[in-house]
Structure formats: structure tokens, C-alpha cells
């Protein structure tokens, strides 16, 4: 919230509704907002290194969180941010994640193409235990199977 009451959203169309709202949506138009819900807040995870692995629209979070830091780049927490689509074609997020992480030397940023180096795999992401013995923070957001998948490896 810079306080400017300005909402911002990015929507893919997967669906009837989602695929008609930028036709049906005028600027000026009243809606409604609610949420956010859960606990998908990076600041719990301050201990230690963090590892976000964003993929496609999944990536909109974090967006919101690189935002949220540029006021205050110290506070930035020691990320290894992971922007995970199919090609460039699909990376249609990638100068604003570049352009942000520029501002915050503690964020790494990849951006992985999976059509060039495959599905990712946590090893891959850099969800390896420190040479202290810890595991890193991790955050995700994306679709289920690369979620479900991941999830297989950290087993």
C-alpha cells in the first residue's frame, strides 16, 4: 500500500469470467476487494535465506513483496527468487522483476525457461541445506502440478 488508493491487478484468463473481465471492467468501475487470506507473508521466514520460486501468474505476489521492499532495501530479507515460465514469450514479468531486484542487493534473481532447461527441481532452485545444516525458507506460487512436483522432491 503506498497509500496513492491505487489496486493494481494481473488476471489470466482461464476461465469464462477471467477470460471476459477486461471487456466487461471500465476504469471508475466499483468492485469489490477482499482478502488477502492465509499466511503467504515472506516476513515470517526472516530466520534465514529464502528461496521464492514464482511461475507464470504465480509470479504476482512477489511482485507485490519486491514493491513492498524498495522503500526500505535493508530490510530485504537474502532471497534467491526463482521466475519459472515456459520461454521468454511467456516471461511477460520479467523487466518488472529485473528492474526491482536491481534496487535489492540481497534478492537474486533467475529467471528459468523450462522449454531450455526443463522442469525445475528443488536442488535446482537452490533448496539445499546450508553448510550449517539449515534448510532455507521457501515460498511458493504457481500452478498445482509444479507445486505438486516440488513438493515431491523436498521429500
Keep these: 500500500d503506498r497509500g496513492c488508493g491505487?489496486?493494481?491487478?494481473?488476471?489470466?484468463?482461464?476461465?469464462?469470467?477471467t477470460r471476459r473481465l477486461q471487456d466487461n471492467l471500465e476504469v471508475g468501475a466499483r468492485v469489490e476487494v477482499e482478502g488477502p487470506y492465509g499466511c503467504f507473508d515472506f516476513r515470517r521466514g526472516l530466520a534465514g535465506r529464502q528461496v521464492w520460486v514464482a511461475a507464470g501468474i504465480g509470479v504476482t505476489p512477489f511482485i507485490a513483496w519486491l514493491e513492498s521492499l524498495q522503500a526500505a532495501p535493508e530490510s530485504a530479507p537474502s532471497v534467491e527468487l526463482h521466475y519459472c515460465v515456459r520461454?521468454?514469450?511467456?516471461?511477460?514479468?520479467?523487466?518488472?522483476?529485473?528492474?526491482?531486484?536491481?534496487?535489492?542487493?540481497?534478492?537474486?534473481l533467475h529467471i528459468r525457461y523450462s522449454d531450455e532447461q526443463g522442469k525445475p527441481q528443488a536442488a535446482q532452485l537452490g533448496v539445499l541445506k546450508s553448510a550449517e545444516g539449515r534448510w532455507p525458507s521457501v515460498w511458493f506460487c504457481g500452478p498445482q502440478g509444479l507445486a505438486d512436483s516440488l513438493r515431491r522432491d523436498l521429500r
Design 6 to 17: 491505487e489496486v493494481r491487478f494481473s488476471i489470466k484468463a482461464l476461465g469464462d469470467y
Design 87 to 108: 520461454n521468454s514469450q511467456e516471461a511477460l514479468f520479467a523487466g518488472r522483476l529485473r528492474e526491482l531486484c536491481e534496487r535489492l542487493p540481497s534478492v537474486t
